[in-house]
């Protein structure tokens, strides 16, 4: 039982609302817990890591999980089991979020496992959960016993009328130009993840600037009240390193055969002799060293990242090109004849596929989370298969990393898609990436811009993305960015920064570091560094498709969007859904009413079809009024009284024989008959029905 003695309480002001944070309450048997409150907002954040750490580890097994909870925002889970499942996307897509400015501060060598697990259990629209979460994920490891070398502090950023917010509310996220999770500690940035709409560069600068001032906050506020308080003392751990015995006699033998090796800028032959020399080490001491080839092997790993991240401060890349050089760029659209829209990208040796389908807004997928239910009409979905790095592994359903580059790249070209009532269409873009070595979800936002353009899209402009990278001297400070990094570069260096927008502006960035943290200067260079880039690529693709297609796909549907009275919609639907299934069948095409009144309707083929579906479901719609003339159909005939018609679905009027025609007229049949089509005019309407003139009796 939890010692409620023990227990404390912290507040602080944190952008303008308190923020509540309780320790020692809940969840006792954790490493480090915490309980963070905003308002209603409530976030439980627990840390836990193992006693020991796992035999033969080669990388720091940390797990970070966000659990939405549905009766956080009184719901109950929808599906059979009604109880919480996979996570969803967004889910996911916070739990990289935490994960991401937390990992570089864990010690090196340290391969125990360690899980944060943060739990939304309650929800104020107006204050976002996620930012709560990374404040106490890092609450949670800085009062643990684990080592770290936090505290971290989290914010989000808006812009509302020019103006900086710091974790906007639901009406301000709605007006807000950037949207902008940031993550650091009180000297530098740690995590960038931001959408925008089109921003300068010195905005989005500024909002990270902006930000980082109220990080600086809650870092001093963990550091000088939460950790004296409550804090645990650090474990003193065994941390895995290479014997200097070992560094030493490997740095001696295999230095000049790994320098010789790397002294080439052709990758393949590269990695031919780098094998070659490895295996040649390895061999050398696999006697000398018989129970430790791990720290042989690890000795090589740094041998190598040395000697290039030196050639990289000297100017001199793995592939040769100037520290400013995008790869040579290829791209190709109309790939796929019976696609509604496709493109190939191609820079260096990154590929990616991507197709652009269009469907009824009826399509668009519904999200159900901890915010209200909407549905998205732009969805963007990335696949990185096994062969695009020419590995052999079956195909698997998408995982984190996927998630994220495909959310990365949907935020890259969401502000550009035209509104509904402009494109009447839900968009769904998948990219396939070929081949990888570098930089993959910036060439799906390129290779999503031109399938756009290849389907008809009217987007408000291009977009065009790159990744920046960086080595840092730590002990110097010396810093180089390189443009457009490869794999190699990605591996071996300290940053990578992805930068996408259009010729005016930032619509997205996304950072991730292995350093603890990078200063304003830096990221000043490299957004500068990238726009250059982002112009060079931009022109690139409009080289090979100049503009937008003019006309649809054949293949693509015909959708025409029309409003009714929103009264009305039961009419048009009719009982069961019998009068509009019978439109639907008579016309061969597919109609969505939303409660609005909107009406869509779309065919394949000649929009003729959809034109005929929109005048029946505007003639049901419609109030009759005298003078109105339709085309209707003979449903009925008393032989000495006149005609029934159905002028529209559910609707009909009366033709009396003495209206039939100008001369005498003894029985109805002799002019009409069942079936017949006619034009009629209204020309009374009361409490017995309406009456018609007919005015033209039509061929079928």
């Known amino acids: 039982m939890p010692d409620l003695e023990k227990a404390k309480v912290f507040k602080t002001n944190y952008a303008g609302r308190e923020l509540v944070v309780e320790v020692g309450k809940y969840a006792e048997q954790a490493n480090g817990a915490c309980l963070v409150r905003c308002g209603e907002t409530v976030v439980h954040v627990s840390v836990c890591m193992s006693e020991t750490a796992r035999d033969g580890m080669d990388f720091f097994p940390l797990s970070v999980d966000y659990e939405e909870k549905m009766f956080a925002v009184g719901k109950i889970p929808g599906g059979f089991k009604k109880r919480e499942g996979r996570a969803s996307d967004k889910a996911i897509l916070t739990s990289r979020l935490i994960d991401r400015p937390i990992r570089p501060l864990f010690p090196k060598g340290i391969f125990n496992d360690v899980v944060v697990i943060a739990t939304a259990l309650s929800v104020d629209p107006d204050i976002s959960p996620e930012p709560l979460a990374m404040v106490g994920s890092s609450i949670a490891l800085s009062i643990s016993d684990i080592p770290w070398a936090g505290p971290t502090g989290s914010v989000v950023v808006g812009m509302v009328d020019g103006e900086y917010v710091i974790n906007p509310d639901v009406e301000q996220r709605a007006k ?45 506020w963990i550091a000088d009240e939460i950790v004296p308080a409550v804090g645990k003392p650090k474990k003193e751990m065994e941390l895995y390193h290479i014997p200097e015995d070992i560094d030493a006699a490997v740095k001696a033998y295999g230095y000049d055969k790994l320098y010789a090796a790397l002294d080439t800028f ?50 001199v890349r793995p592939d040769g090109r100037k520290l400013t050089e995008v790869r040579p760029i290829w791209c190709e659209h109309g790939v796929l004849p019976r696609v509604h829209g496709s493109a190939v990208f191609t820079r260096g040796q990154t590929q990616a596929l991507t197709t652009c389908t269009l469907g009824m807004l009826g399509e668009a997928q519904r999200m159900e989370g901890l915010d209200e239910e909407t549905e998205k009409r732009y969805m963007h979905q990335y696949n990185f298969p096994g062969y695009c790095t020419g590995e052999a592994k079956a195909l698997r359903s998408p995982g984190r990393r996927e998630i994220g580059h495909g959310a990365l790249a949907e935020r890259a070209l969401e502000p550009v898609i035209p509104a509904a009532t402009e494109f009447p269409y839900a968009i769904r873009v998948v990219s396939d990436i070929y081949s990888s070595n570098g930089s993959s979800s910036m060439a799906s936002v390129c290779g999503s811009t031109m399938a756009l353009m290849d389907a008809g899209v009217p987007i408000t402009a291009p977009v065009a993305g790159c990744a920046m990278g960086l080595v840092k001297d730590q002990e110097t400070g010396k810093y180089v960015i390189m443009t457009d990094i490869q794999g190699l570069e990605d591996f071996l260096g300290d940053m990578d920064f992805k930068v996408a927008g259009t010729e005016k502006g930032i619509t997205a960035i996304q950072m991730d570091i292995k350093i603890k943290g990078i200063s304003k200067e830096i990221m000043l260079d490299a957004i500068a560094q990238a726009q250059d880039a982002r112009r060079h690529i931009l022109g690139k693709m409009l080289a090979c498709i100049p503009a937008t297609s003019e006309e649809l796909s054949p293949y693509a549907p015909k959708i025409i969007t029309f409003a009714i009275n929103p009264e009305k919609i039961g009419d048009v639907v009719g009982k069961q859904g019998k009068v509009i299934n019978k439109i639907i069948e008579q016309t061969g095409t597919k109609i969505d009413i939303e409660e609005d009144g909107t009406v869509c309707v779309a065919c394949y083929g000649d929009v003729a079809n959809a034109q005929r579906a929109k005048a029946i479901i505007e003639s049901i719609a419609h109030d009759p009024e005298v003078g109105d003339m339709f085309v209707g159909v003979v449903v009925r005939v008393m032989s000495t009284l006149g005609a029934f018609v159905e002028f529209a679905p559910g609707k009909d009027g009366l033709v009396h024989i003495s209206r039939l025609s100008k001369q005498r007229v003894e029985k109805v049949e002799d002019v009409l008959n069942v079936g017949d089509k006619v034009k009629v005019e209204i020309i009374k309407i009361g409490e017995k029905g309406i009456d018609l003139k007919l005015l033209e009796k039509l061929a079928d």
């Open 176 to 220: 807000s130009r950037i949207h902008l999770n940031l993550a650091g500690t009180s000297d530098a940035i740690l995590m960038i993840e931001a959408g925008a709409n089109e921003v300068t560069d010195e905005e989005m600068v500024g909002a990270i600037m902006f930000g980082h001032e109220e990080i600086k906050k809650v870092c001093a």
């Open 266 to 315: 052709d990758r393949q032959e590269r990695q031919a002799r780098q094998d070659a020399a490895e295996k040649e080490i390895v061999d050398h001491f696999r006697e000398i060293y018989p129970d430790q080839i791990r720290e042989v092997k690890d000795s090589i790993y740094y041998i190598v990242k040395g000697i290039v991240r030196a050639k990289i401060f000297d100017g």
